[in-house]
């Protein structure tokens, strides 16, 4: 199976319909998406996003790849923006269209903890009382990514397959 694979890093919005339209047109039996926006409160103003040129893209697109490779997909769009952004403002969609929803569902999954663990971004949080600080990985997201890496967390994830037993793709 060939799947279309997109990758994006830009400062524009996500127009996120025309992005799963994109996908749903490819024949599949569903699309699954996530979409992140900039968290409000705290007093928080804005977050910037840095990334790394070049390097950013290749790693989004290794992730993109690999989740063709576990997951039946007919495409993977991986979009995220950098620059400065404010509350409420999109940051990150992923999606996965499959003939089977399971497949586009996990690979959503799949896609957004590797993304936000594995692709260099930066961020920077700017706040109303004029600080800011960077923000530090966090263990939970890394525990959500762990679980790709573990064969019988994937096992316990797909419907009727039992811990031990060898996960098809």
């Known amino acids: 199976m060939t799947t279309a694979i997109l990758v994006r890093v830009q400062t524009a919005d996500v127009d996120v319909g025309a992005e799963l339209a994109r996908l749903e047109v490819l024949g599949g039996g569903g699309v699954a998406s996530f979409t992140g926006v900039v968290r ?3 007093g928080l103003q ?3 996003l840095e990334h790394h040129p070049g390097m950013t893209e290749a790693m ?3 992730i993109a790849e ?3 490779a576990r997951w039946p997909l007919l495409g993977v769009t991986a979009i995220h923006r950098h620059g400065r952004m404010l509350p409420g403002q ?3 969609l992923v ?3 499959s003939p089977h929803r399971a497949a586009a569902l996990e690979a959503t999954s799949f896609l957004i903890d590797w993304l ?3 692709a260099p971004f930066w961020k920077k949080e700017h706040f109303a009382d004029g600080t800011s600080r960077w923000v530090e990985a966090r263990a939970e997201d890394d525990a959500a990514a762990a679980r790709w890496d573990d064969p019988e967390s994937l096992s ?3 419907p009727g397959k039992r811990s031990g037993e060898q996960i098809e793709r």
């Open 40 to 42: 409000g409160g705290g």
């Open 46 to 48: 804005a977050l910037e």
């Open 60 to 62: 989004m697109t290794r």
């Open 66 to 68: 690999e989740a063709a």
């Open 90 to 92: 999109r940051i990150v």
């Open 95 to 97: 999606a996965a269209a």
């Open 116 to 118: 936000k663990t594995r």
């Open 156 to 158: 316990e994830m797909i």
